[in-house]
């Protein structure tokens, strides 16, 4: 093929091709007309950059015919949403309406936890044989001072990080455990119950019930949510592995661990902010009363942010944290 005379005969358009896809940055100036003319150019110089390739594979033309073609691809298609845009879609529209499509999850798994928790604390405060399931000298050690100085251990940033650390890692423990039928995400949440109901009960014993609260919880309400959260979704995810309802086994699996993961991303920032008052205001002089009021304020915010976003995503267009469903194949319903 003669290159010169395939430039000098196709110029013309590759030159009209990158006046159009300038202009159509600002798509009114574009008429009708114009607008099929650019389609049909883009067509055109694809075709062209084709030929190139195969028959004179020019690395100076074809460097300047993928930029147009790049360029009118971006103009004929739309260009994609920016980085900023996602993130912005991310925090209003998919992770609110991801949780807020298992709220009953996760309002099951709050009640349960708080359930056991509460009860073996009354267990362990109320009951003496319970009490021996530690020495004395460890209890007189916990209640004296090493609950206390927990929270001042490290320096306060590298304590939030730190904290931040372990309870994402028990956050996706629960996530993606999940997948096993959801048993070491029961385990990892029974743990975590266990743990708060047996030392609020031996705290109780020496009469620091005031204290457990009010270290515990400034952070505890969102840390404990996010674990609740954590916890439903992993349940779900186990779930549908048993129950996978009218899709095929793995399509159902797939969709849940697609949201999963949207969730679990929006539980690392959520668990940033509980690390912070964790490290920040549990600790300080604060009243106590002031320490809690920070930790219920945020905890109230959190709520009214997944509940009120999340319903406006659902009612929207039934946003579940999915993946956009032009992005997603066609399903055809089977028999369960």
């Not at 940033?157 to 890692?169: D, I, K």
């Given at each position: 093929?003669?290159?010169?005379?395939?430039?000098?005969?196709?110029?013309?358009?590759?030159?009209?091709?990158?006046?159009?896809?300038?202009?159509?940055?600002?798509?009114?100036?574009?008429?009708?007309?114009?607008?099929?003319?650019?389609?049909?150019?883009?067509?055109?110089?694809?075709?062209?950059?084709?030929?190139?390739?195969?028959?004179?594979?020019?690395?100076?033309?074809?460097?300047?015919?993928?930029?147009?073609?790049?360029?009118?691809?971006?103009?004929?298609?739309?260009?994609?949403?920016?980085?900023?845009?996602?993130?912005?879609?991310?925090?209003?529209?998919?992770?609110?309406?991801?949780?807020?499509?298992?709220r009953?999850?996760?309002v099951?798994?709050?009640a349960?936890?708080?359930?056991?928790?509460v009860?073996?604390?009354?267990?362990?405060?109320?009951?003496?044989?319970?009490?021996?399931?530690?020495?004395?000298?460890?209890?007189?050690?916990?209640c004296?001072?090493?609950?206390?100085?927990?929270?001042?251990?490290?320096?306060a940033?590298?304590?939030?990080?730190?904290?931040?650390?372990?309870?994402?890692?028990v956050?996706?423990?629960?996530?993606?455990?999940?997948?096993?039928?959801?048993?070491?995400?029961?385990?990892?949440?029974?743990?975590n119950?266990?743990?708060?109901?047996?030392?609020?009960?031996?705290?109780?014993?020496?009469?620091?019930?005031?204290?457990?609260?009010?270290?515990?919880?400034?952070?505890?309400?969102?840390?404990?949510?996010?674990?609740?959260?954590?916890?439903?979704?992993?349940?779900?995810?186990?779930?549908?592995?048993?129950v996978?309802?009218?899709?095929?086994?793995?399509?159902?699996?797939?969709?849940?661990?697609?949201?999963?993961?949207?969730?679990?991303?929006?539980?690392?920032?959520?668990?940033?902010?509980?690390?912070?008052?964790?490290?920040?205001?549990?600790?300080?002089?604060?009243?106590?009363?002031?320490?809690?009021?920070?930790?219920?304020?945020?905890?109230?915010?959190?709520?009214?942010?997944?509940?009120?976003?999340?319903?406006?995503?659902?009612?929207?267009?039934?946003?579940?944290?999915?993946?956009?469903?032009?992005?997603?194949?066609?399903?055809?319903?089977?028999?369960?």
């Open positions: 093929m003669d290159v010169d005379a395939f430039v000098a005969a196709h110029a013309a358009e590759w030159r009209r091709l990158d006046e159009l896809s300038r202009r159509a940055r600002r798509p009114a100036s574009l008429s009708g007309p114009e607008l099929d003319e650019l389609v049909e150019l883009y067509q055109r110089v694809a075709t062209h950059l084709s030929i190139v390739r195969t028959r004179s594979p020019d690395p100076v033309l074809i460097d300047r015919l993928t930029a147009l073609v790049t360029q009118g691809r971006a103009a004929v298609a739309g260009a994609r949403t920016s980085g900023w845009q996602e993130v912005s879609k991310f925090l209003t529209i998919t992770f609110p309406a991801a949780v807020y499509a298992r009953w999850w996760i099951g798994t709050a349960a936890f708080c359930a056991v928790a009860a073996l604390g009354v267990w362990v405060a109320s009951t003496p044989s319970a009490q021996s399931l530690t020495t004395p000298t460890q209890v007189r050690e916990l004296g001072a090493q609950f206390a100085q927990y929270y001042t251990s490290s320096p940033g590298s304590f939030a990080a730190q904290v931040w650390t372990n309870n994402a890692l956050a996706a423990g629960c996530i993606t455990f999940g997948a096993l039928l959801g048993l070491p995400t029961l385990y990892l949440l029974l743990n119950a266990v743990n708060v109901g047996v030392t609020g009960g031996f705290m109780s014993t020496c009469g620091k019930s005031d204290q457990f609260f009010t270290l515990i919880l400034p952070h505890g309400m969102l840390e404990l949510t996010a674990v609740f959260i954590a916890g439903a979704v992993g349940l779900r995810l186990g779930w549908r592995v048993l996978p309802g009218s899709r095929r086994r793995t399509e159902a699996l797939a969709a849940e661990g697609r949201s999963a993961v949207v969730i679990a991303l929006g539980l690392v920032l959520v668990l940033a902010v509980s690390g912070a008052v964790e490290a920040f205001v549990t600790p300080s002089t604060l009243p106590p009363a002031a320490r809690l009021t920070i930790g219920a304020v945020i905890e109230v915010a959190f709520i009214v942010y997944i509940v009120v976003l999340g319903r406006r995503a659902a009612a929207a267009g039934g946003d579940v944290g999915d993946i956009d469903r032009e992005l997603s194949g066609d399903l055809v319903p089977i028999s369960a």
